[in-house]
């Protein structure tokens, strides 16, 4: 074996996870992906660029972290593609504006609050299976991110906690959830996959001043299913 070839594991490590393979996600965001057209906020994208996708996957999965898919995580859910969480923070950017105060039901792997973290946002995090929720809350602590999150069926939001400048679900549910939409501040925005099995579409409503709801779809997606109850 040659001194080049020596397996040296920080380096491989390092290779999969480098900051090159990092670019190349972003450059793909930039283009756009089956889902829809490319993501164009450099703040959205800068923060895809710092957080590291890595250490919100399960060490096998790490060499595929920076690929454009969801990714199991346990528990029979998934971690969302990059470009979702991509769409999904930009559509909360109206108008450039960018809101304090956001409210994520479904934090799984902690990935989209942690993106939401580094832009500057108050993050506050629902998850109704424990054991994904404290291993969340771990990655939160190493990466020195400030989340406040509670173990609890998102689905009735976080009333004491609000009313939020922003909303996302990522979980779908066949509807609209009132509780949540009942939590969005006017002037606030809400994005949440709506539909059943694999006819979800990614929606965005707008509460105005006085309390006006404005919906638009923004693109079809896949998510796991909302669903009731706690899990330890
Ligand atoms: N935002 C996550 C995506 C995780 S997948 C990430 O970035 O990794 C969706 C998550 O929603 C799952 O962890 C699932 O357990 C959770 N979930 C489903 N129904 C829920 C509910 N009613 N309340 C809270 N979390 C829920």
Do not use: C, K
């Given at each position: 074996m040659t001194a080049r070839m020596r397996l040296d594991p920080q380096a491989i490590g390092l290779g999969m996870t480098s900051q090159r393979v990092r670019d190349r996600l972003i450059e793909r965001l930039r283009e756009g992906?089956?889902?829809?057209?490319?993501?164009?906020?450099?703040?959205?994208?800068?923060?895809?660029?710092?957080?590291?996708?890595?250490?919100?996957?399960?060490?096998?999965?790490?060499?595929?972290?920076?690929?454009?898919?969801?990714?199991?995580?346990g528990f029979g859910q998934t971690i969302s593609q990059p470009w979702v969480v991509a769409k999904m923070t930009e559509a909360l950017f109206v108008d450039g504006a960018q809101p304090k105060k956001v409210l994520e039901v479904g934090t799984g792997s902690g990935y989209q609050a942690a993106i939401l973290a580094a832009l500057g946002l108050e993050v506050h995090t629902v998850e109704r299976i424990g054991e994904l929720l404290r291993t969340a809350r771990k990655r939160f602590r190493t990466l020195g991110l400030n989340v406040r999150s509670k173990h609890d069926d998102g689905r009735i939001g976080w009333p004491e906690n609000g009313p939020f400048d922003a909303i996302v679900v990522t979980a779908a549910a066949p509807a609209l959830v009132d509780a949540l939409t009942e939590q969005l501040a006017p002037g606030g925005t809400l994005v949440a996959p709506v539909g059943g099995g694999n006819a979800q579409s990614l929606l965005r409503l707008r509460k105005d001043a006085n309390g006006v709801i404005e919906q638009t779809t923004l693109a079809p997606v896949v998510f796991v299913p909302l669903l009731s109850g706690l899990v330890d």
């Open positions: 992906a089956p889902n829809g057209g490319g993501i164009r906020d450099e703040r959205v994208l800068n923060a895809i660029r710092t957080v590291p996708r890595h250490l919100f996957v399960d060490e096998a999965l790490a060499t595929r972290a920076y690929e454009d898919t969801a990714l199991p995580i």
